[in-house]
């Protein structure tokens, strides 16, 4: 799990797309996988739900899930890691204001295949894993880093998946 400052949007190729709009905001889910389906239109109102829940309710980002192969190649080029990882957040470079004023955040990439993985490990569901990585990635999107900020981003997510993901432990053992 970790935070990018350069963003490789790939609108390249296959894959299945959902967005979820309401006014300004926007929120565009990309499938770039075929071995676990993955219910974009949920993931969009999560992450959302997130943006909403810090204040950012008027920016926007993309969310791909993609393989393993290439979320490697991703770690790799932008991390310099030769491995994959569960999710990667590119954050957009660009100064574009202050929290909330409807800009674009950037990029998060998620392995569907490394959540699966990690959801074996930790004995839930791939969806719930999912979902954490969403709120994870959507925090590092939005300026919070759980490496540098005294355990701030651990506090909030553990907030957010008990108001957003009832049903479900608040926190696993990631966090």
């Known amino acids: 799990m970790s935070t990018t400052k350069k963003s490789p949007s790939d609108r390249s190729g296959g894959g299945q797309t959902a967005s979820l709009q309401t006014g300004s905001p926007l929120v565009e889910v990309v499938n770039r996988q075929r071995m676990h389906p993955i219910d974009r239109q949920a993931t969009a109102l999560l992450s959302q739900a997130v943006l909403d829940a810090i204040g950012e309710s008027g920016s926007s980002l993309n969310i791909a899930f993609i393989r393993d192969r290439r979320m490697r190649e991703l770690n790799r080029d932008y991390r310099g890691i030769d491995r ?92």
């Open 84 to 175: 994959p990882t569960d999710v990667l957040s590119f954050v957009c470079d660009e100064d574009q204001g202050a929290a909330g004023d409807g800009r674009f955040l950037g990029d998060m990439a998620i392995s569907v295949e490394t959540a699966a993985r990690y959801a074996e490990k930790y004995g839930i569901t791939l969806e719930r894993e999912i979902e954490h990585l969403v709120i994870h990635g959507t925090l590092h999107l939005a300026g919070y880093d759980h490496e540098t900020d005294n355990g701030e981003m651990n506090r909030l997510e553990k907030r957010l998946r008990k108001r957003l993901l009832p049903g479900g432990p608040a926190s696993s053992t990631r966090l």
